[in-house]
């Protein structure tokens, strides 16, 4: 069983931009997005995957991701992704021993940045940059299957 715990924070600084190591492309579109499972497809670069996702306190979620092929992301994202689709600069940074991603919005969802902590157990510790802000790991807003179907720039709050 693939298991996928992560956390997930709004941002107080720009700072972690002087930290980035690598920046990713990406395109995303939803197939399915109900509440409590999503199956996506994702392009970024020369790569193309599908993945579906369970959750049921936004932390901890059941995740299978498979490669497939371009034509046929390109062909879902067109013809059966929900709209509007997902765009995104992905940055990646190390703090201590982790691994952050921080996902920067554009299209709909532009002004949204929010950073993304992947952890081997639900308490493990893990070291708070000086930019990290208030958590959202269980707010359903900020999911990217929830994104797709209320974009942030409809948002009446947190902005």
Same mark, same amino acid.
């Given at each position: 069983?693939?298991?996928? =715990? ?5 941002? @107080?600084?720009?700072?972690?931009? &002087? #930290?980035? $190591? ?5 395109? #995303? ?9 999503? @199956? ?9 995957? =599908?993945?579906? &996702?369970?959750?049921?306190?936004? !932390? ?12 046929? %992301?390109?062909?879902?994202? &067109? ?6 689709? !997902?765009? &995104? +600069?992905?940055? !990646?940074?190390? @703090?201590?021993?982790?691994?952050? $991603? !921080? ?12 950073? $993304?902590?992947?952890? %081997? %157990? ?12 208030? $958590? @959202? ?11 797709? +179907?209320?974009?942030? +720039?409809?948002?009446?709050?947190? +902005?």
């Amino acid at each position: 069983m693939a298991v996928e =715990i992560e956390r997930k924070f709004l941002l @107080v600084s720009e700072d972690w931009r &002087k #930290q980035v $190591e690598k920046t990713l492309e990406m395109q #995303q579109g939803y197939l399915s997005r109900d509440a409590q499972s999503s @199956v996506r497809v994702r392009i970024s670069g020369e790569r193309a995957d =599908i993945n579906i &996702k369970s959750t049921r306190d936004g !932390i901890y979620r059941l995740e299978y991701e498979y490669p497939i092929p371009m034509e046929d %992301a390109l062909e879902l994202m &067109k013809h059966v992704a929900h709209r509007p689709l !997902i765009e &995104k +600069k992905r940055h !990646i940074l190390h @703090v201590g021993r982790h691994c952050w $991603e !921080i996902d920067e919005f554009f299209g709909e969802n532009q002004g949204l940045i929010v950073a $993304e902590v992947e952890l %081997a %157990a639900r308490d493990e510790p893990y070291e708070r940059p000086d930019w990290l802000g208030r $958590e @959202v790991s269980t707010d359903a807003r900020y999911y990217n299957s929830n994104l797709s +179907k209320l974009p942030y +720039k409809y948002w009446k709050d947190e +902005k």
